[in-house]
């Protein structure tokens, strides 16, 4: 399922945000495209963008995109030796980073990042400007789709 949001500004108080919220929240704020994916190393949806090199295609394709995953309910060593074997870590404009809560039942683990919604993995946001423009919340990218929302967010809006 695709949410649209336009032009959403990120608006609570940074200060207020953890220091992981605000380190992507200063990369995001550049006039460069950022992409944001939270992923779990377990997560079979997140494993299958994987296939035929999904996501490494995508940030090799895009040198002028940031694109930063961030793991969350998932273990420290199998996130690294993923990330290494799906060939993400050698590429400049990637950043793995993860949350510091990593708890994984329901009840417990986060809801929200920089207070967008994050109710499931993998979720894809594309910002610009420090403004939301396009979330994936739920379920797997695809990455014609993600192509078309970069290529868009790099567009002038002149709303």
Known sequence: ???????ALLRAEPAAWNP???QV???AQGPQVTVVHFWASWCSNCKAEHADNGWREFVAANPDVK????SVWGSAEDDAKLLEGYGLSALSNFTALRHPDQKRARAERIGSFM??????????WVLKDGK????????EVRFPMLQQLVADSRDAWKH
């Open 25 to 27: 929240a200063a990369i």
């Open 1 to 7: 399922m695709l949410f649209l949001f336009a032009g």
């Open 115 to 124: 207070d967008l919604p994050v109710s499931w993995v993998p979720t894809t």
């Open 132 to 139: 939301l423009r396009f979330a994936f919340n739920y379920g």
């Open 67 to 70: 694109v930063i995953f961030i």
């Open 20 to 22: 992981l919220e605000q």
